[in-house]
């Protein structure tokens, strides 16, 4: 009788795209954690998405050696533009796409988690929760309720299992190719509207599910 492998320790290979702001050392600090409590068998394509270029921070994520493609948008560039082109970049190999917003603070155990339920939900699109420092409450994560326009929906809290959800903040989500394939990436400002409302209502049409994962992922700067 021939063992099979260990689909545990099958390569899965991920494309992500890790937007930053003016804030050097939460970046920095993302990155890091990003390339040292990820599980074992992820190998990364990391873009590094910034609205203009910052030498000192370019320098000093040169001196982490570590694999990491920079995009700096124009000052005019659209949101869905500069995604696009970055989207545009993903290896064809690639087995899902991670988007990490600008504003949250990731805490070590993160994606052990987030691989965690990818295994339960491997088809499924996962959203990462968010505590608010200022309030101690939710501050990003999914919505059970999501208006157009971006205006205040009903905020979603996954606390004991993963919690479906019908729009996200842009803060954490892991789109596995499976679901990609069938909707494209959320690089239109259409798909983008109320929270990616767009994006989950034509997701679930197609019979794919997305889920808050339960508890906080790191906390969250408005």
């Known amino acids: 009788m021939t063992n099979l492998p260990d689909s545990a320790n099958k390569k899965f290979l991920v494309s992500v795209v890790l937007q930053t702001t003016g804030n050097r050392e939460l970046t920095i600090s993302n990155i890091k954690q990003l390339f040292s409590m990820k599980p074992a068998h992820w190998n990364l394509t990391v873009y590094l998405v910034g609205e203009r270029k910052d030498d000192t921070t370019l320098r000093t994520i040169d001196s982490l050696g570590l694999e990491i493609i920079t995009v700096t948008a124009p000052g005019k560039s659209s949101w869905s533009g500069i ?27 993160a ?16 959203v990462g929760q968010f505590q608010d420092e200022t309030t101690g409450l939710i501050g990003a994560g999914g919505y059970l309720r999501s208006s157009l326009l971006n205006r205040p929906g009903e905020r979603a809290f996954a ?9 996200f903040d842009d803060q954490l989500v892991l789109i596995p ?3 990609s394939d069938l909707l494209g ?16 209502s034509t997701a679930r049409r197609k019979r794919i599910g997305c889920f808050a994962i339960p508890g906080y992922l790191g906390t969250y700067t408005a």
């Open 177 to 179: 190719k499976s679901a």
């Open 185 to 200: 990436q959320r690089t239109t400002m259409v798909k983008h509207l109320g929270r990616n409302r767009f994006y989950v």
């Open 159 to 167: 606390e004991g299992l993963p919690l479906d959800v019908v729009a």
């Open 83 to 109: 995604m696009k082109k970055v989207a545009n970049q993903f290896p064809v190999d690639s087995e899902a796409t991670l988007w990490i917003g600008p504003a949250c603070a990731l805490q070590s155990d």
């Open 111 to 126: 994606f052990m988690r987030i691989e965690e339920y990818r295994k339960q939900y491997p088809n499924g699109i996962l």
